[in-house]
């Protein structure tokens, strides 16, 4: 978290909370009242300041004041690189996860990772590059037919090769995923709590 938010926290400990402004796209995009925001420095300022609470309600933390964020999808969005013959996932805000400890495809095709930092969903535009890694139970690249027979329930596991680990990729439900991975998607103020 930025110093200056830090002390800002100190000196104004018990501004009400902000709900319903700030929302996070499937692509990584911030918007307030869903206009996306452009500004590289806004973007770069929310996502250093980006965090959860112990229940699970991700938010932007504005100087002394927490911003709810409504999640699209999943608390973060990743984006795949190549580097070196494998490849690099980078959230939304510029981190980078490490390791992959579970992969999943719900019942609209998209992937979700759970990463040493966190859940996220890989970016619509960055599947293609993600595929490339997708490998059978014998090692050999996943093709058309082997993912249509997985997505019917049928065939052979596949796996997401990161390297030396093979990560078995699953199917889930997307409504299932919050309570899955412990994440609030449109957090409310509680009863009688103050909001802006």
């Given at each position: 978290?930025?110093?200056?938010?830090?002390?800002?926290?100190a000196k104004w400990p018990n501004v009400p909370a902000v709900y319903g402004w700030l929302s996070l796209d499937r692509r990584g995009q911030w918007q307030i009242k869903d206009d996306r925001i452009t500004n590289a420095l806004v973007t770069g300022f929310i996502g250093r300041n980006y965090s959860a609470d112990l229940q699970g309600r991700w938010f932007f933390q504005n100087g002394p004041q927490r911003v709810y964020v409504r999640l699209d999808y999943t608390p973060y969005v990743f984006f795949v690189e190549r580097a070196d013959g494998e490849f690099?996932?980078?959230?939304?805000?510029?981190?980078?996860?490490?390791?992959?400890?579970e992969a999943?495809?719900?019942?609209n095709g998209a992937v979700v990772l759970r990463t040493d930092i966190g859940v996220g969903?890989?970016?619509?535009?960055?599947l293609p590059v993600l595929a490339d890694a997708l490998v059978t139970s014998a090692g050999r690249p996943v093709d058309e037919s082997d993912m249509a027979d997985f997505l019917r329930g049928i065939g052979t596991?596949?796996?997401?090769?990161?390297g030396i680990r093979r990560v078995l990729?699953?199917?889930g439900a997307s409504s299932e995923l919050p309570k899955r991975f412990a994440y609030v998607a449109?957090?409310?103020?509680?009863?009688?709590?103050a909001d802006c």
């Open positions: 978290m930025d110093e200056s938010v830090l002390k800002a926290i690099v996932l980078l959230t939304h805000t510029g981190v980078r996860a490490n390791q992959i400890r999943l495809v719900d019942e969903a890989v970016c619509d535009r960055d596991p596949l796996f997401l090769a990161t990729l699953t199917t449109d957090p409310k103020p509680a009863p009688g709590e």
